[in-house]
């Protein structure tokens, strides 16, 4: 970060079942949420599924009124496109409706951040939601990051779940509206849950019997225990579990960490397919821990193949295959670990364990169109390979260890929206570039390319697929290091210093006004500059 002196105006670039038979066949002609979705809510249709569709445009980062995203998702039925870019903090919960589809990677800059209380997805029904951030942080005790506690056909992707006080992300039945099932979470992050009233938890997944949860391609990382917490009919494919336990790092607390808890004391029947995954211990996993699974119960049944287990902290990926038998599975009964795998939609994975690792370093969580600090720094620690690891007792740890600003979420910079002449969700550019008329607001009309896909939908899931628009993040710190005086003296000067945190400027132009809307130009400096003029 570099100090500039003299008052300027930026310049921006525009670089423009043991016991039962579940299958999925026959579903196959279903439209899938959006082509890269998988497991048991790939078939959700969010906003498209509605009667009468709407395009909302989040146009501020507000709590509540016009343009906000509480404001977007009063109502069901609405893709929520985004027009800004940062951190929302939020005063209140905000509960999503059913037949929505939340486009996180719509937001322009470095995305968009829920920092306080929580965004809930229950009584989501058919709903879809991409690359978002959700920190919840503050102090008090038994509060989850976000979750589900009822509601079916969800598809949560590309997401990042943090700072849990009580469990970061769970699906546990309320036993209100509609009973979980058909849920997918895939790509995902669940994270840095906090130590400080000694429950930091990844999540139970806990539907009612029958119902179906996938959990593919995901991270859980420093969270002590239930990394899952697994019950019912589930798939648990291409997952990294990274760092669970407090070991060395107590607070007073009782030594302990679980990774994948198999059933516990959840009561009814377990069928889980366990396949291809990573378990990684770290400097908080206990040394003397030799598989990754436990708390086995008499009702767990599972397929387990291709588990990897790496304990020894080297920084390097040199884990062991987990035996198919109770010293891998202590569940406590041979008969329940299966001979071949539930009939579940990600029962022949194409990544290997150590393909899923690779996958996650490169794109887990909310990485379009890019990833925000705290998202960085786990993956920096997943990529030490067991070696460094951060542990959050409370996450203004964040600011006080690596300087993170915003209460420990760090900087997350918005940028200007693409032109969007219609204001229908789809930038000119994108628009003319695919056939459509910028002028006309045509984005709920199906795709003629694309059927059954609405045009907005061709539009946000082709996003991630492109390069991230670059843009020029703003200066921060404006200030005087002379006052500022009134009348006309004979000669005067003031000196404005700012802080520079962009690498990719063309210049700055300096600029001089008496009533803040006609301005005069006083001279056009340099990118980088450092001496006055």
Known sequence: MKNKSLLFKQVFQSLVLCGITLSTAGLEAQTLAFPEATGFGRFTTGARGAANPQIYLVTNLNDSGPGSFRDAVSQPGRFVIFKVGGIINLQSVVAVPSNTTIAGQTAPGEGIVFLGPRVSYSGANNTISRYIRHRYGGTSQNQDASGIANGANIILDHMTFTWGTDEVFSVNWDNNGVAPDNI?????????????HNHSAGGLMQPPPG???SLIGNLYICNKTRNNKIKGINEFVNNVVYNWGNYGNTYSHTQSGEAYIMGGDSAGASYANIINNYFIGGPNTSPTVNTPFSVGNANFNLYGSGNYFDNNKNGVLDGV?????????PIGDATAIQATSYDYPMKNPTLTAQAAFDNIIAGVG???PRRDQVEQLMISDLASKGTTATYVYVQTDL???FGFTNGGAGHVYGAPAPLDTDNDGMPDAWETANGLNPNVADALNVSTTNAPYLNIEVYINGLPNTI????VIPPTGVNFTNSITTGTPAASSLTVNWSDNATNETNYVLERS???TAFTVLATLPENTTRPV
């Open 468 to 471: 991230a628009p670059d843009f």
């Open 211 to 213: 119902g179906k949860i």
């Open 321 to 329: 295959l987990v035996p198919q038998d109770l010293t891998g599975y």
């Open 184 to 196: 997918t979470i895939q790509n995902s992050i669940f994270g840095q849950g906090m130590h400080r």
């Open 366 to 368: 909310a990485s379009y």
């Open 514 to 516: 008496t009533n803040g």
């Open 399 to 401: 600011t006080t260890q």
